[in-house]
């Protein structure tokens, strides 16, 4: 089988698809690109808006607790009795202050405390609060890391110490440590979203995590922060593996405030969007594309297909072809037209060449027939001389009688179609005579139903087909031959047939026998007998042979049923 | 008739292709529809020994937080004392009838429980075992201390914080509790090699703190001379640093107690207890919730076994600032 061959339709169709295909995925790609970089900018930039409102309020906590500690500092005026009156109420009323406490800034002896609801412990194991080699200069507040609290009766808070140098009632130099869960940082960043997982933490200059909304899942080793990639790290945006990170110093503390979010989870939502976007235009797309191909193959293609297949339909049968122009574009109209012309004068040119040929086999024929085979003529007056001699008068009359009669039916006044009844005659005229010749080696018989011999027929139509009976069948016989001859009226046709008993033929010689061209005697052969039958009745007439060797031979012929002479163009 | 049919191939190509298309599309639309619209959340029940307890509370915020992390409804419950496997099998079967998705169970009893926790697992619910074993071949993930190590733990930090020969008391829980007996197991073992050991007496005793408290006392009533004493859970500990807080023996018995809870850690601080065995209870409820949430999903857990760490924690290394993050919750 041949490859198969796309159609234009189909081509069209293909092309504007994948060109569009193409086209979006690039645009889409491109898009993406976009996307992403816009939206990693608005995440930075919203990070860092985020981070800068945490630092806003870690500063206006530092500032609550430097107000809080310039109060401390304001009650070395006050009374001692007033001054724990005041303390006692702060540690009380504040609820994120867990414990006020007081040590010898020399000695670093716990010399009072302030716990408000919360109980001190009456023996101190460790106190976290206070750092020895850590205290605070003049003015100065020191933030510890986070730590538990350790001074207090059952009760383990997480804390930040905040501590400052503070002047007794009495002159000394006393160091304030305030406890402070700094609860309103802590809601404030547990609050923070960026992104549907994103998250803020704060930690100190040295990676320590002052708070992180997740703090406990920390603690339990479930989560970490890679706290030494962001320490080395300076302020602004940082990209790691599928996180975007935004640090901003708060200058206060040196405390770091991280802001997370997650650039995948921010893409993801994007990609989905723009597959989503991409989907439905492609869609759009084919359905578009299939319409306007349906369009342009009413319009261009089905016409073209029209055309070819009535080219194939003309090349296949030329005659019989009828043209139905197509319809389409202007251009397929032309184009059509112009094949209906071409067809309308191929055909004329066609039945032209037919008619011509025609006309010259027809005056070939007639020249044929006007012919007179010399050989049978001398060896018919060979017969007569040798009669007159004999003094067989009488059949030598007889003789010259029926070759008369043969000639002038053969020459008919030129007509080619003569009664079936002269027909008979001639063919009678002409067994008369090879009678005679051949001495009476066979017997002839006539059986011709009464009304056909009004009918008209070709001439010399019977003649050749007896004289192949008599030198192919019956010449070469021992026994006595017969030749009979009907002819009869059949479904409106007239049906000639010429039986003998003699050799017969083979299938071979059958077919043989209506190409050659060769006429023995007359100069007519059964091949022109059939030629002239075909071309003047067409091609379902003419000349049939049935044959078995040694049982005879029968040759039929078909005519239609002609009643009188039709006008004949000479 | 040639064009007909070639028609006919194309609009059938182009109808293919539309429908593809529109699968496709389809398909993008529900991942995307999948993506951003939340599943119906999970109902997970979490069924453990008892709710009232430091080391359960821990569990339970841990299994809150991934609760809410992972869109889980999450019911916590369990029975008043911790020798109630009756109340624990009831829970679970009203957990199935309720339509619960997944349990996570922590077994009184080690077969007791097996019975009820297979039919639920027959049921097709995804069964987590934290803490305490259960009976039972079909549980998908257990997660918890390897109970063994944690014996020989205590068995170390005895044997460091002590010299001489030793009389030790174990006092223990429930005998039908797995965990307590695999504790008990792997400290034996871990003191079987030790040439010092002269003994070991065990009692068992509800797991309260009055009676492992009143338990103490009669041991020490009948073997005074004990130096050591070692106890399994959160309840026993506070029981036992009571007994020796009220015999005012501090000094002389070197006690290794399990769990921390704001009590065991001022005995720790003041000297009724010695050491603490300290699980990671909030690492075991957050575990537990996020892998319950993975089975449900269609993952299989990789691996039978999640183990969390314990850490030992004596006095000298309690305010250590690692060591503080695993002592003192973060709330």
Redesign the interface.
Same mark, same amino acid.
């Given at each position: 089988m041949k490859k198969k061959r796309w159609?234009f339709?189909?081509v069209t169709?293909a092309l504007v698809?994948g060109m569009v295909a193409v086209s979006l995925l690039i645009g889409t790609g491109v898009f993406l690109m976009i996307y992403q970089r816009a939206m990693i900018q608005s995440v930075r930039t919203s990070s860092s808006q985020i981070t800068e409102q945490v630092s806003d309020i870690v500063e206006d906590y530092m500032a609550d607790i430097r107000d809080l500690m310039n109060q401390i500092r304001r009650t070395e005026q006050m009374t001692p009795e007033e001054r724990e009156e005041f303390l006692s109420s702060i540690a009380m009323v504040r609820p994120d202050v867990t414990a006020i406490t007081a040590y010898d800034r020399e000695s670093g002896a716990l010399l009072e405390a302030w716990t408000g609801q919360h109980v001190l412990?009456e023996?101190i194991?460790?106190n976290?609060s206070f750092d020895e080699e850590r205290l605070p200069e003049e003015g100065e507040l020191l933030i510890s890391?986070p730590?538990?609290e350790?001074i207090l009766?059952?009760?383990?808070?997480?804390v930040v110490s905040i501590s400052g140098i503070v002047k007794d009632p009495e002159g000394r130099e006393q160091v304030i440590v305030l406890d402070t869960r700094f609860s309103q940082i802590a809601s404030y960043i547990d609050n923070v979203g960026i992104g549907k997982h994103g998250y803020c933490f704060i930690m100190d200059e040295e990676g320590n995590i002052v708070y992180h909304p997740?703090?406990? !899942? *920390?603690?339990?080793?479930?989560k970490g922060e890679n706290t030494e990639l962001l320490e080395s790290s300076s302020d602004g945006s940082l990209e790691e593996g599928d996180m975007i990170y935004t640090i901003r110093s708060e200058e206060e503390n040196n405390w770091r405030i991280v802001a997370v979010s997650y650039v995948d989870e921010l893409i993801?939502?994007g990609l989905?969007?723009c597959?989503?976007i991409l989907?439905?235009l492609?869609?759009l797309v !084919? *359905?578009a594309t299939?319409i306007c191909?349906i369009v342009l193959?009413n319009q261009l293609s089905?016409p073209i297909?029209?055309l070819i297949?009535a080219m194939r339909d003309f090349e296949k049968d030329a005659a019989s072809f009828s043209f139905q122009p197509a319809g389409g574009s202007r251009e397929m109209t032309a184009l059509s037209d112009s094949f209906g012309h071409m067809v309308v004068r191929i055909q004329e040119l066609m039945a032209r060449v037919r008619n011509e040929e025609i006309i010259l086999r027809k005056t070939e024929l007639r020249a044929l027939q006007a012919q007179i085979n010399p050989h049978f003529l001398y060896n018919t007056l060979d017969s007569i001389a040798w009669m007159c001699e004999d003094g067989r008068n009488k059949e030598a009359v007889d003789m010259v009688n029926a070759l008369a009669r043969l000639f002038r039916i053969s020459i008919s006044k030129g007509h080619e179609l003569i009664p079936i009844e002269k027909e008979v005659e001639h063919a009678k005229s002409y067994l008369q005579i090879q009678k005679f010749r051949y001495k009476n080696q066979f017997e002839y018989f006539f059986d011709v139903e009464e009304q056909c011999l009004h009918y008209y027929c070709n001439k010399i139509t019977l003649q050749p087909i007896i004289e192949n009976a008599i030198y192919h069948g019956l010449n070469r016989m021992i026994e006595e031959g017969v030749i009979r001859i009907r002819i009869w009226e059949e479904d409106g046709d007239v049906i000639f047939s010429v039986s003998d008993n003699g050799v017969g033929m083979t299938k071979e010689q059958c077919d043989a026998l209506l190409k050659e061209d060769s006429g023995r005697e007359t100069g007519i052969g059964m091949k022109n007998v059939n030629d002239r039958v075909r071309i003047y009745f067409g091609e379902k007439y003419g000349m049939r042979i049935e044959s078995e060797p040694d049982e005879g031979t029968t040759v039929y012929i078909r005519m239609p049923k002609l009643e009188e002479e039709p006008h004949e163009s000479r | 008739m040639r064009v007909a049919k070639h028609k006919k191939q194309l609009l059938f190509g182009g109808l293919l292709l539309g429908c593809l298309l529109l699968g496709g599309g389809y398909l993008i639309y529900r991942e995307a529809e999948g993506a951003s619209a939340p599943r119906d959340p999970y109902r997970v029940a979490m069924i453990v020994k008892s709710t009232d307890s430091a080391f359960w509370k821990s569990v339970f915020a841990g299994a809150a937080v991934a609760a809410t992390e992972y869109n889980v409804e999450l019911t916590t419950e369990g029975p008043e004392t911790e020798d109630d496997y009756e109340t624990q099998n009831r829970l679970v079967k009203t957990a199935v009838e309720e339509g619960a998705d997944a349990i996570i169970f922590s077994a009184v009893d080690y077969n007791a429980n097996a019975e009820v926790i297979t039919e639920a697992a027959e049921e097709g619910l995804p069964i987590v075992i934290i803490d305490s074993d259960v009976n039972s071949s079909l549980v998908s993930l257990r997660i918890g201390t390897v109970n063994e190590d944690a014996g020989s733990m205590a068995a170390e930090a005895v044997l460091t914080q002590t010299e001489g020969p030793l009389r030790i008391g174990v006092v223990n829980f429930d005998e039908n509790t797995a965990n307590g007996q695999e504790r008990e197991q792997g400290f034996r073992d871990r003191m079987a090699e030790e040439d010092r050991v002269e003994s070991i007496e065990t009692i068992n005793v509800l797991s309260t703190t009055e009676d492992a408290r009143r338990g103490t006392k009669e041991l020490l009533k009948q073997h005074p001379d004990l130096n050591a004493i070692v106890t399994f859970n959160e309840w026993t500990s506070l029981g036992v640093g009571w007994a020796i807080s009220d015999l005012g023996r501090r000094d002389d018995i070197m006690v290794t107690a399990f769990d921390s809870n704001v009590v065991s850690v001022g005995m720790l601080e003041t000297g009724e207890v010695d050491a603490l065995i300290v699980q990671n209870p909030y690492a075991m409820g957050y575990l537990a919730v996020e892998n319950a949430c993975q089975i449900l999903s269609g993952k299989e857990p990789e691996a039978l076994h999640i183990d969390t760490e314990t850490t030992l924690v004596t006095r000298d290394n309690m305010y250590l600032p690692e060591y503080q993050k695993i002592l003192f919750m973060y709330d």
């Open positions: 159609s339709s189909a169709t698809v412990k023996q194991l460790v976290l890391k730590h538990v350790s009766v059952n009760e383990y808070p997480w997740q703090q406990q !899942l *920390i603690f339990a080793g479930l993801a939502e989905r969007d597959l989503l989907g439905v492609l869609l !084919l *359905i299939l191909s193959s089905k297909k029209r297949s | -």
